[in-house]
């Protein structure tokens, strides 16, 4: 059984710094493409970033450019989000996700996990 459990959430001011970390088990690792999805209260879910399976490519939404980091380490199985110059509109739930491939993980992952509060106070 796969499991994706997501870490590091918390609340901090804005201007702040959060890495969240996804462990993964239950499936080959390396062999998947990663990447985080978060919902906000009362709007959608929506894709932040993902990386390849070997974490040479990766791709983020416009609005966390140049804030935020996503790497993964295949030794440990586990998936980063480094957060720096946290917004206020950045406050979400974040969701760590898995997929075979680069088109996958982005629009129909074939794994979720449970999520972690992210609350950016300005």
């Known amino acids: 059984q796969v499991h994706l459990v997501e870490s590091g959430g918390g609340l901090v001011q804005a201007g702040g710094s959060l890495r969240l970390s996804c462990a993964a088990s239950?499936?080959?690792?390396?062999?998947?493409?990663m990447g985080w999805f978060r919902q906000a209260p009362g709007k959608e879910r929506e894709f932040v970033a993902r990386t390849s399976w070997n974490g040479v490519s990766t791709y983020y939404t416009d609005s966390v450019k140049g804030r935020f980091t996503i790497s993964k380490d295949n030794a440990k199985n586990t998936l980063y989000l480094q957060m720096n110059s946290l917004k206020p509109e950045d406050t979400a739930i974040y969701y760590c996700v898995a997929g075979l491939s680069l088109v996958d993980v982005r629009t129909r992952p074939d794994y979720w996990g449970l999520g972690t509060q992210v609350t950016v106070s300005s």
């Open positions: 239950g499936l080959t690792f390396y062999n998947y493409a």
